[in-house]
């Protein structure tokens, strides 16, 4: 199998235990984006179970999530009812040019090869409305490897690790309007990068 299939299956397998491990996490910085969006319709790449989907459809935006993983997506329609989901792959976006305010991407794009990165990154800025903004979460470091998921049963996973130098450099065509690095909350060896960019 390639690597989209791998950890496709992988999140096909673990959506409940995903679920509820999930379900009482929030992030301040995560509300702070969405208050800083120009508009409602937000698309989010990699909604996996919905839990983000759910959270802002009920405060009124317009989101639109997306997920190679079609249990995640089922799981996602259950529980986001508010919101609207499409198994899709973020390497070909089936919507229109400028048709969203924002584009949240949410620990979810380090699993995207480098080969396919520059694709996933120019379907956003073009499904980006001008002035529009982008989130991306993803692990901090300068590798890719198929790793085993621990958390949920030792699943096989594909990660691609980014640094700051490596982000700059696939949202040439984007404002960094934010970039900072924090450890994670449950594994203080794993650092994250979030970036915050502004459609140009």
């Given amino acids: ?13 673990s959506v409940e235990a995903y679920a509820a491990r999930n379900a009482s996490r929030t992030n301040p910085r995560l509300q702070a984006f969405f208050d800083m969006l120009p508009g409602t ?3 989010e790449v990699g909604c996996g179970d919905g839990r983000d989907a759910k959270i802002y459809s009920e405060q009124g935006f317009v989101i639109t999530g997306i997920d190679i993983s079609e249990k995640m997506i089922a799981h ?3 529980h986001a009812v508010k919101a609207e989901f ?5 390497t070909s976006l089936e919507f229109p040019d400028n048709t969203f305010d924002g584009v949240l991407a949410a620990a ?3 699993h995207v090869s480098r080969e396919d990165m520059p694709k996933v990154i120019k379907e956003i800025h073009r499904v980006l409305k001008p002035g529009g903004l982008c989130r991306i979460t993803v692990k901090k470091g300068d590798n890719a490897r198929f790793e085993k998921d621990e958390r949920y049963g ?14 700059r450099e696939q949202l040439s065509d984007f404002e960094i309007v ?6 994670s909350e449950s594994n203080p ?3 994250w990068v979030e970036v915050v960019a502004r459609s140009r």
Avoid: C, R
Wanted: net charge negative; no cysteine.
């Fill in 189 to 191: 060896d794993l650092m």
């Fill in 154 to 167: 030792g699943v096989e996973k594909f990660w691609n690790y980014m640094n700051e130098e490596y982000l």
């Fill in 86 to 90: 499409f198994v899709m792959d973020a």
């Fill in 76 to 78: 996602a329609k259950q």
């Fill in 108 to 110: 979810s794009l380090h």
């Fill in 41 to 43: 319709k937000v698309l």
């Fill in 178 to 183: 934010e970039m900072i690095e924090h450890p």
């Fill in 1 to 13: 199998m390639n690597y989209k299939d791998v950890t496709k299956e992988s999140y096909n397998s």
